[in-house]
């Protein structure tokens, strides 16, 4: 059997995708990296939008073309999967096998079967599951928890991922265990809430750690990064603050999803914060760590909002001050409370308001990005960037960032790098050694500050 796996939506999902990737691999399946090579093709789906609903149904059209020539196993997975949405562009594609995202240790049993094979449980023993490291990179996800206990009135993913449901802290620290084993040196730990780890349906687990703890854990394991997504403001406290300044391990990023600033949109969206309780958390982030990378989510576009509310998001942006920002305009999704309660504002409303956040949001990181010109930022650099003779990789609170290759520095790790230029959305710098010296630049190479088309050499990778 040769498998291919695409993968839509968030970094869970991009854990999930590994996970059923090494069943696979310990079912004797051979990954290759395309369709074409594939007899079974997995996609793992995310619903959180219409926009990644589409996507998926313009690949599965492709992959029912193709499924018309020769034989071909079509799977969906993953968020959409779990959907009534999901699961009648399941039948219209002529899918073949369709596991949820509580149903992914099933796809040993999908393969098996000889017909038709859909699983939408949520499986208990997923959470147990400890899937074998990634092998030859730097960095791993690894989830603490599944589904959320939070019914924000926009998101469905309470419907497609269920309750939360943490995981222990045994087999957390095992999984690590063995990632650091295998050579990794960031772990980003996965959750939709994760200050709410250890406190399921607002019970507290017997004899789990608060998340502020299990950060301390990770944090002493011998890794030498430590992140975490995502942070509901609901349930942040200060110990986390107070556990990230003073384990040098966890980096010093923090993403903190506002969606909006007015306190009556907020209400609407049930998000139970208000913009006052929002801004307490970010002071006492920065009291804490007072040069915190913040990253946001904002939602524009909510029904019923109105300018007012609007110029509320964009004050607050400003009294903030993020580095970086996920912006989306408002998509009514089937099966949430606003799809069914609330009306949708007219789409040059919503496309005009995130013009005016984008702008914002690329004037904060132009600054904030440009003030680290002239630092030394530790960057852990995966290896070669788009254009040749240079690397690519990211800082602790994870900017993007190139390099130009140096002697010394030909492998992928983690290196310190003095930062010479800045765009909103990249840094360019040149590795230093431990006394600050520039190493020789590899032959090819060219400074990366000397370059003016240095913005346009890569994308803009995402953050988070
Ligand atoms: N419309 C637009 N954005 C959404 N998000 C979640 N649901 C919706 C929706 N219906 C955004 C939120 C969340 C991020 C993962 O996706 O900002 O934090
Ligand atoms: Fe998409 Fe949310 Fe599911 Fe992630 S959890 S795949 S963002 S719907």
């Not at 949520?122 to 030859?136: E, I, K, S, T, Y």
């Not at 600054?367 to 290896?383: D, I, M, P, S």
Request: hydrophobic share 40%.
């Amino acid at each position: 059997m040769r498998a291919h796996l695409i993968t839509y939506g968030c970094q869970m999902n991009e854990y999930d995708t590994h996970l059923v990737r090494s069943q696979l691999v310990s079912l004797g399946a051979d990954i290759v990296q395309s369709v074409d090579e594939a007899d079974v093709v997995l996609v793992n789906t995310c619903a959180v939008r219409g926009k990644p609903v589409e996507k998926v149904r313009s690949l599965l059209g492709e992959l029912r073309k193709i499924k018309a020539r020769r034989p071909l196993l079509i799977g969906m997975m993953g968020c959409l999967a779990q959907l009534d949405e999901g699961q009648q562009i399941a039948r219209a594609f002529g899918v073949d096998i369709l596991l949820g995202p509580g149903s992914l240790l099933d796809i040993g049993a999908a393969l098996e079967a000889n017909e038709r094979f859909w699983a939408l449980n949520f499986r208990n023993d997923l959470h147990a599951h400890v899937p074998p490291p990634p092998q030859g990179t730097l960095q791993a996800y690894l989830t603490i928890m599944r589904g959320c206990d939070h019914h924000c009135t926009y998101c469905i993913v309470p419907t497609t991922r269920g309750p939360q449901v943490s995981r222990s802290p045994d087999d957390i620290l095992r999984e690590l265990d063995l990632q650091l084993a295998a050579g990794v040196q960031e772990v980003t730990l996965l959750g939709q809430n994760v200050n709410a780890y250890g406190v399921d349906q607002g019970a507290q687990l017997a004899g789990y750690p608060s998340f502020a703890a299990l950060l301390r854990m990770v944090g002493r394991s011998g890794v030498r990064r430590v992140k975490f997504t995502t942070s509901h403001p609901m349930n942040f406290t200060e110990d986390v603050a107070a556990a990230m300044a003073d384990t040098p391990a966890i980096c010093e990023f923090i993403h903190l999803p506002v969606q909006s600033g007015s306190d009556r949109v907020l209400r609407r969206m049930a998000r139970e914060y208000t913009r006052e309780q929002y801004l307490r958390h970010v002071a006492d982030i920065r009291r804490h760590l007072p040069h915190a990378v913040m990253a946001t989510d904002i939602i524009v576009g909510f029904p019923g909002e109105t300018e007012d509310d609007f110029q509320d998001t964009l004050s607050l942006y400003d009294e903030v001050g993020y580095d970086s920002a996920y912006m989306f305009i408002y998509s009514p999704r089937p099966g949430t409370p606003s799809y069914t309660h609330f009306h949708d504002l007219p789409r040059e409303v919503k496309t005009e308001r995130l013009g005016r956040l984008v702008t914002k949001q690329k004037d904060w990181s132009a600054r904030k990005n440009a003030a680290k010109v002239g630092t030394v930022q530790e960057v852990l650099l995966r290896g070669d960037a788009h254009e040749g003779g240079f690397l690519e990789g990211h800082t602790r609170g994870s900017h993007p960032t190139v390099v130009p290759a140096a002697h010394g520095a030909d492998h992928p790790g983690i290196y310190s790098v003095r930062i010479g230029h800045a765009t909103p959305h990249m840094l360019y710098g040149r590795i230093v050694d431990a006394q600050g010296q520039e190493l020789p630049l590899m032959n090819g190479a060219q400074s990366s500050q000397q370059r003016p088309d240095a913005a346009a050499m890569v994308s803009p990778l995402p953050m988070a």
